[in-house]
């Protein structure tokens, strides 16, 4: 699984918002990851509850 985000200046469409927001939609990241929304959502909440806060 490869890693996505802003890194020395990529995605200059996110960094100027290209919606209006700077940061990737679910469905955008579920895309790319190749992943259902669902499933996505699943992911974050699972890992969201083994991250100490």
């Known amino acids: 699984m490869e890693l996505c985000g802003l890194k020395h200046g990529e995605r ?30 699943r992911m974050l909440e699972i890992e969201r509850k083994l991250t100490p806060k």
């Open 12 to 41: 200059q469409d996110l960094k100027s918002g290209h919606n209006g927001n700077s940061s990737l939609t679910l469905e955008e990241i579920a895309t790319s990851l190749g992943v259902s929304k669902r499933d996505l959502s």
